[in-house]
């Protein structure tokens, strides 16, 4: 499994890192987890409110900071 | 009738009677006031977070990005600073949402006008202006964040800065795989109670401090402590005020109600606006993310426009008021 999370950086990005890796390993799920920061490959993704979570290539959220509870239940 | 006269009462009671401080005391008074202030505001805060945020679940930044390509001069202006109304702006998603703007075709001016007013009208400021000042003055904050935001987006597209766009901006390529979900009223309601959640865990540390400094100031300071200094007479109060007000952008939370008791003591309603407006207008990490899609001498243009509209609107309202 492959998980972005798109974000220029921002507090907001960090905690949905944070709670993203929470959730993997409350889960025990072994996945990749990379941090896009560069604007141009975020909008590429046409997101357009940060931060965003992908899976898979896919966008889950945008604009949202999910907690690990609500990340679980996508990661299912 | 006073729609917070109840807790008014509860309030009363319980300063004066259950904590049995000397009604008309200057302690009383102060706790009274903190007490009551408190509880009124994070009534207010809760229930227009609610309703604004209830809004916005319809007003993706997708749906807003089609919205406004089909619209142009005054009326895009227009429409995009009513959206702006509904709109947080958190300063980490300016840069994708200006791209995705400009990418799809909305004017640059009518961009302006949704990046002004969505930090300009903020609901956290309309709640603590009604709670504080009554509706009549938050319904005046929004008009004139409002027709700021239309005019200075207006002026704006009018003087043709597109070059002053960085460059890189015009070269990206937005892919519209971005589905947007329906939803239904039950999730609606169920992410506006998250937010009303989350925004009033946020700042309600900085309303408590607020309003506990303010209360303090409606005990303890001298009746006309700003009238000679800030008066409407002074007619440097309005530019100083925002450009105090400017770097704050992080305690528009906690300003308000320390605003709001030096009212009190002489600082004209209309310089009192224009300093709050200037705490959540404009910010410096705001600027500095800004800068990212925008050339030095495009961002001045920004910031020089809406710091005049800002300075304009308190002379405006310390004139006619």
Same mark, same amino acid.
């Given at each position: 499994?492959?998980?972005?999370?798109?974000?220029?950086?921002?507090?907001?990005?960090?905690?949905?890192?944070?709670?993203?890796?929470?959730?993997?390993?409350?889960?025990?799920?072994?996945?990749?987890?990379?941090? !896009?920061?560069?604007?141009?490959?975020?909008?590429?993704?046409?997101?357009?409110?940060?931060?965003?979570?992908?899976?898979?290539?896919?966008?889950?959220?945008?604009?949202? !900071?999910?907690?690990?509870?609500?990340?679980?239940?996508?990661?299912? | 009738?006073?729609?917070?006269?109840?807790?008014?009462?509860?309030?009363?009671?319980?300063?004066?009677?259950?904590?049995?401080?000397?009604?008309?005391?200057?302690?009383?008074?102060?706790?009274?006031?903190?007490?009551?202030?408190?509880?009124?505001?994070?009534?207010?805060?809760?229930?227009?977070?609610?309703?604004?945020?209830?809004?916005?679940?319809?007003?993706?930044?997708?749906?807003?990005?089609?919205?406004? @390509?089909?619209?142009?001069?005054?009326?895009?202006?227009?429409?995009?600073?009513?959206?702006?109304?509904?709109?947080?702006?958190?300063?980490? @998603?300016?840069?994708?949402?200006?791209?995705?703007?400009?990418?799809?075709?909305?004017?640059?001016?009518?961009?302006?006008?949704?990046?002004?007013?969505?930090?300009?009208?903020?609901?956290?400021?309309?709640?603590?202006?009604?709670?504080?000042?009554?509706?009549?003055?938050?319904?005046?904050?929004?008009? @004139?964040?409002?027709?700021?935001?239309?005019?200075?987006?207006?002026?704006?597209?009018?003087?043709?800065?597109?070059?002053?766009?960085?460059?890189?901006?015009?070269?990206?390529?937005?892919?519209?795989?971005?589905?947007?979900?329906?939803?239904?009223?039950?999730?609606?309601?169920?992410?506006?109670?998250?937010?009303?959640?989350?925004?009033?865990?946020?700042?309600?540390?900085?309303?408590?401090?607020?309003?506990?400094?303010?209360?303090?100031?409606?005990?303890?300071?001298?009746?006309?402590?700003?009238?000679?200094?800030?008066?409407?007479?002074?007619?440097?109060?309005?530019?100083?005020?925002?450009?105090?007000?400017?770097?704050?952008?992080?305690?528009?939370?906690?300003?308000?109600?320390?605003?709001?008791?030096?009212?009190?003591?002489?600082?004209?309603?209309?310089?009192?606006?224009?300093?709050?407006?200037?705490?959540?207008?404009?910010?410096?990490?705001?600027?500095?993310?800004?800068?990212?899609?925008?050339?030095?001498?495009?961002?001045?243009?920004?910031?020089?426009?809406?710091?005049?509209?800002?300075?304009?609107?308190?002379?405006?309202?310390?004139?006619?008021?």
């Amino acid at each position: 499994m492959k998980i972005k999370i798109l974000g220029s950086g921002c507090p907001n990005c960090k905690v949905l890192e944070a709670n993203t890796k929470k959730a993997l390993v409350e889960l025990k799920i072994k996945a990749d987890v990379e941090k !896009v920061t560069d604007i141009a490959k975020i909008m590429e993704y046409g997101v357009m409110s940060t931060p965003a979570l992908v899976i898979d290539e896919k966008i889950v959220s945008s604009g949202r !900071v999910l907690s690990s509870d609500e990340i679980k239940k996508l990661l299912r | 009738m006073d729609l917070f006269y109840p807790i008014q009462m509860f309030v009363n009671w319980l300063v004066y009677s259950i904590f049995n401080l000397q009604q008309g005391s200057i302690l009383g008074g102060a706790i009274n006031f903190f007490v009551y202030d408190s509880i009124k505001i994070f009534i207010l805060l809760a229930v227009i977070i609610f309703g604004v945020s209830y809004i916005r679940t319809y007003l993706a930044p997708e749906r807003v990005k089609k919205l406004l @390509s089909k619209r142009f001069e005054i009326l895009g202006n227009m429409t995009a600073s009513t959206i702006g109304i509904f709109t947080p702006f958190c300063s980490c @998603s300016a840069v994708p949402l200006f791209i995705g703007f400009v990418e799809s075709g909305v004017p640059l001016g009518v961009t302006f006008s949704y990046l002004i007013a969505a930090p300009l009208i903020n609901e956290v400021a309309a709640a603590l202006l009604w709670g504080l000042f009554g509706w009549k003055i938050a319904l005046l904050y929004i008009a @004139s964040g409002w027709i700021i935001s239309v005019i200075a987006g207006f002026i704006l597209g009018k003087m043709h800065l597109e070059k002053y766009v960085e460059d890189y901006v015009y070269k990206i390529k937005v892919k519209n795989n971005m589905k947007l979900d329906k939803k239904t009223q039950k999730q609606r309601a169920k992410d506006a109670y998250q937010e009303v959640k989350s925004i009033i865990k946020k700042v309600f540390p900085y309303v408590l401090i607020g309003i506990a400094i303010g209360a303090f100031i409606h005990g303890y300071a001298p009746e006309n402590l700003l009238t000679n200094i800030a008066g409407k007479g002074n007619w440097f109060a309005v530019p100083i005020a925002v450009l105090i007000g400017v770097p704050l952008y992080s305690n528009a939370a906690g300003v308000i109600p320390i605003v709001s008791s030096l009212i009190e003591k002489g600082l004209p309603l209309g310089t009192a606006l224009a300093f709050m407006m200037a705490v959540v207008a404009l910010s410096l990490p705001e600027m500095i993310i800004l800068r990212k899609v925008l050339k030095p001498r495009l961002l001045a243009i920004y910031i020089a426009i809406v710091t005049l509209g800002i300075i304009f609107t308190g002379y405006l309202f310390n004139w006619i008021l």
